[in-house]
């Protein structure tokens, strides 16, 4: 092979890299930032897209139809993304066999950052007519593909270091980069909604937030590439313990395994959009007392109460064992399923009732996703565990969050907020069932 063909290239981009970053044994700890910078910025690029699905693309991309119809189209591209997202760990699954990790890498956060900031550039309806519609579901694609990508086998590496009386702790930590991703986009949001009269926001104002993701993912991609090209971590792949396999021979020989994985965390991914996005469409399109500036606030502060849940779930499970742990969230989350059917209307016209719903939501969402990374990995043996792992949370993540705001808001306009207790409650029982017929005691290796 020629030292010029693009795999000697990424070689010597690795060698380089490594040899900027030293040849150190690399701390738990540092693995464990540069993981929480890598998921907080990814979570940042879809909370952003996500916000501006109920706030701004209605009226900038989907003016021909009512507000309701309008959301509920956004909604539809939303959902792109994660149809994508499994097509993009299959390509880029591909590309790390190829070109290396790093070049996989850059590839995937570069486009997720550009694809993104390209929103920002978006003309209007107004002015380039259904074309806009088309870009913006096309750039929501490239989200997909590119976060299928971003995949950088950190969190295995992460827990692979971790002290075993401690891998619950550990399995948590890659978790908080949502909260912290949830908590500046709506910040950013409730800044420009706060102090922008609508006009101005609806003109220029909600593009911000999306120009800025492609600085982050710079930022981002620095910070991980700074471990993923160090010699520990190639050590690691040369074990054969974080190696990139087809995806056809995932699947060959541990289809059930990644299915079953799929299906435990439904209970937290279902509840994911249920406290994030669908809350601010309901009340944008109720014609509620409360402004969604206002309201992006108060879910700030519930992002936060998940952050200390997310950190309560790691301690809970080395304390009990994450199957445990898992169960007593899902659990959890049944209740409060089936008290929001009973009770629908407390989250409804009453500012004390939205405030209790989005903090035991946001608390009970830290509790579940906590401990949902690589919960049935274990199974899939070392030589699957770094493709299997991805593949199972993009499975996880279609099922369980890709279509939940879109569902969620029809059922609640056609048939009442009742309606959105019985579907986080299916994802509960989802969860349940699938933690029944598997009755191992999960861990992240």
């Keep these: 092979m020629s030292s010029n063909t693009p795999m000697a290239s ?56 009512d507000p309701l119809t309008g959301t509920l189209y956004a909604f539809s591209i939303f959902a792109l993304a994660f149809i994508a997202r499994p097509i993009g760990s299959v390509i880029f699954m591909a590309i790390d066999r190829r070109h290396g990790r790093s070049v996989k890498l850059t590839i995937a956060l570069f486009l997720l950052g550009a694809a993104t900031a390209a929103v920002s550039f978006l003309p209007r309806y ?138 435990v965390p439904l209970a937290a991914f279902a509840l994911f959009h249920l406290v994030t996005i669908f809350p601010i469409a309901w009340l944008a399109l109720n014609n509620t007392s409360r402004s969604p500036g206002e309201f992006l606030i108060v879910q700030f502060s519930g992002a936060i109460v998940c952050a200390g849940a997310v950190a309560a779930s790691g301690l809970i499970a080395d304390q009990i064992g994450r199957r445990n742990c898992l169960i007593m969230s899902a659990s959890l989350i049944g209740f409060f399923a089936i008290g929001s059917i009973i009770a629908p209307l407390l989250f409804g016209e009453s500012a004390i009732g939205q405030t209790i719903y989005v903090t035991i939501g946001f608390m009970l969402l830290g509790l579940a996703y906590g401990q949902t990374a690589g919960a049935v990995t274990a199974r899939l043996g070392n030589h699957y565990r770094y493709t299997g792992a991805a593949l199972t949370s993009d499975f996880a993540w279609l099922l369980g969050a890709g279509f939940a705001p879109l569902v969620a808001l029809f059922l609640s306009q056609r048939y009442g907020l009742a309606m959105v207790g019985v579907y986080l409650l299916s994802g509960a029982v989802c969860t349940l069932v699938a933690l029944f017929f598997d009755r191992s005691e999960m861990r992240q290796m």
């Excluded at 950013?188 to 009269?197: A, E, G, I, T, Y």
């Excluded at 991609?221 to 040369?238: N, Q, S």
Aim: contains cysteine; proline residues 5%; negative net charge.
């Design 10 to 65: 990424a070689t010597i981009l690795e060698r380089d890299a490594r040899q900027a970053t030293g040849d150190h044994t690399v701390h738990p700890n540092e693995i464990a930032i540069g993981v929480v910078i890598g998921r907080a910025s990814e979570y940042f690029d879809f909370f952003v897209f996500g916000i501006a699905c109920v706030l701004v693309f209605p009226k900038v991309f989907f003016p021909f139809v």
């Design 126 to 263: 107004d002015s380039i007519g259904i074309s806009a519609v088309y870009i913006l579901a096309i750039l929501r694609v490239l989200q997909g593909l590119a976060l299928g990508g971003a995949w950088d086998g950190l969190a295995s590496l992460l827990a692979m270091n971790a002290p075993r009386e401690r891998r619950g702790w550990y399995a948590m930590i890659p978790q908080l980069g949502a909260p912290l991703g949830f908590m500046v986009a709506s910040a950013l949001f409730s800044f420009f909604l706060v102090n922008l009269d609508e006009a101005d926001f609806i003109d220029w104002g909600w593009r911000f937030p999306f120009y800025c993701a492609f600085t982050i993912n710079v930022v981002a991609l620095f910070a991980r590439l700074r471990l993923v090209a160090t010699d520990e971590f190639a050590r690691m792949m040369d074990l054969d313990r974080l190696r990139p396999v087809p995806a056809l021979e995932l699947f060959r020989h541990h289809a059930g395994d990644v299915i079953r994985g799929a299906f």
